[in-house]
């Protein structure tokens, strides 16, 4: 045997223990929830095929479905466009190291330390009607009138379950501040010596330069609200109605129904536009493309 | 050499690590699967529940737990662990799937119950155990005992000794100050609806209602007005699951409470949950409120209410002599397959649940009357004042006994019930709409 085959036998053997925790932990509970999702299954008896049976009633029985992708749609271009954007701002703004930047990237971390059920607990007293911070303080201002039953009013629950995650991108803003902090300084010299501005250098230099660590931004802030669960579980249970619907909560009713085929065509459509989120984004955000 | 030492040394730690994160599923003691261990003398018996802490159940439940270990000290020993009470039936259904169910279980979800434990036979006969028992037998009631016996003539679970009727509790104080002198349980609908304005115009919020969890005293109070509805008593006295919300008796019902979400409850009765309703009537601002006889310990705890709240509460029928109850229901059943001592001591459980003083008790302090015992000289002296008086309606005025809603839908239809309120409450539901939307979902359910 060749040198070459030799080395290239043991770095298989090493790497076989990684595999089989890859295969036992991924590879095969996915392609079970993709398989078990033709099948109609109650956990305890056998799986029975039943082709598209599940995928019919996930998309057909009412329109839940339609209204979980149109909230799927909406919240991620939220997600996209002002989560992530106010967690490029802030990292922008940290990046110049304003006085005391330290602390306040301590602080906004903080929310993102807090479980989210937690912060659905919270959420659910501050938009409380009666006793909330959220409408004493409108009322307080002059608004002595203003009612609104935040999580059971269409489209008031709507707007209060996105407030329970619109601003704390704490993530978007480390992942961004830390491509910022790795350009070289030499590049931002030679722009100012050849008499940038410091919005041209914005603009010009450093956008380009973070573009990567937005666009995986925007996909960690994307594929968050395909699997967002408890900050609506916990708050409106997808109502009034099913207006606060989304694919995860028709997995969650499935699983307490014990018509585990169905959540797994769910978990199945959820997987699945979570890669399409991953394809667009990359080829949005060019990401396979060199930076320098 | 050395070579081959540094091999196999790094093979024999990754292939170490790799038996140790797949072998922690070792098997347990059988006797812990089965929700016990066995002392050398003492067989212990642990039960999930959720009638333990705060819960309204806790005082009759954790004291009869109390009283049989005492009662078979150093024999049996329940060993409660809490459980919240939403959790509690898909707590029971996870059990079954990793077959470690306890020795005794109080109901759990009704379709998991009749699909997969009674299908798959995963329970204990009780038939030849109560046959043995004449005395126990005699104290059932003979519906429950046919409604819980199976097609192949095998018992499920205990049947039902007490019926508990749910009536409506009201603040007496706010009734004489509104000037409402008539008992609710003789009033009609409309005159009902009359001493509600009453209240409004002195300035209470004259009902109880809620639309979070599974909408509880909104349930009731439904339920209660279809029972005087044509076909209403008909529908809801059914022993089939109803699919089909859309008939007239049930539209009708949806308008009344839509009305009665609009205009005669609290601001925050929409996504209120149980605690926040029984807050509202606790705490007097509001009227009346939809509920069970369990529920009249608290209004003299002094944790919930005022002192001296319980001389304010009177307790009746709903309007046109209707109360909420049930014979067709599941209490409690042990499984099969557990080791016999385990299963005697849940017999022993049970049996001892059912003696003649342990029903005065129940009855003492959750309500409800048993219609095959005799009860004993004191037991009447016993009763709390409120359920006195709620005994004395259901035996003077009471003229029809309904299912709630409950009884009658697939079991996930309640939280969707609960869902759709806020809907029909805003108006963006007509009542035709929210039974449309209601018969859709459960729909899905159908089998």
Known sequence: MTRKRITNLWIALFLLPTIIVLAMFYVVPIATVFITGFTQWNGFNAPQFVGLENYIKLFTYDNTFAVSIRNLLLWSLIAGTIHVGFGTLVAFILYKRPRGWKVVRGVFMIPNVIAAAAWAIIYKFMFNDDIGVINNLIRGIGFENFHVKWFYESPAAFFAITFTWLFFAVYVCLIVLNDLMAIPKEVHEAAYLDGATEWQVTRFINLPLVRNAIGTGVILSVTSRIAMFEEIQLTSRGG??????????????????????????????MILLGILVLVLINRLFKMNERVY | MKKWLTVTSALAIVSSLLLTACGSGAATNPDQQAGGETAQKEVVLKIPHYKTGQNVGAKYFMGLVERFNAAYDGQYEVVVEEVPQDDYAEKIKLLYQQKKLPPII?????????????????????????DSKPELKSVMIEESIEHNTTEDGKIFSLPMAVIRPIGMFYNKDMFEKAGITKSIGQMSTDEFVQALDALKASGVAPLTLMTGENAWTTMLLASAFMANEPGGPEILNSTEWDYDYTSEPWVNTFAKLQTFLQQYTTNNAVGAAYADAANNFLNERTATIANGTWMISDFSDPAKSSEGFNQKVGADLYPGGVAVATTYDYLWWIPSGLPEEQTQGALAFLEFMYTPKELETYMVLEGGNAPKLQTSEEFESQLDPILAEFNEAVTNDLKVTVQSFENIWPPQIPSEFGKYLPLLADGTLTPEQFAQELTSKAAQFKK
């Not at chain 2, 299908?119 to 030849?128: E, I, S, T, V």
């Open chain 2, 106 to 130: 109080e109901t759990g979800d009704k379709q998991f119950l009749e699909d997969v434990v009674i299908k798959n036979g995963a329970f204990y006969d009780l038939k030849p155990w109560i």
């Open chain 1, 240 to 269: 009034p109605g099913n207006e606060t619907y989304n694919i995860s909560l028709m997995l969650y009713e499935g699983i307490v129904n014990y018509e585990y085929g169905y959540a797994n065509a769910a978990g199945t459509i």
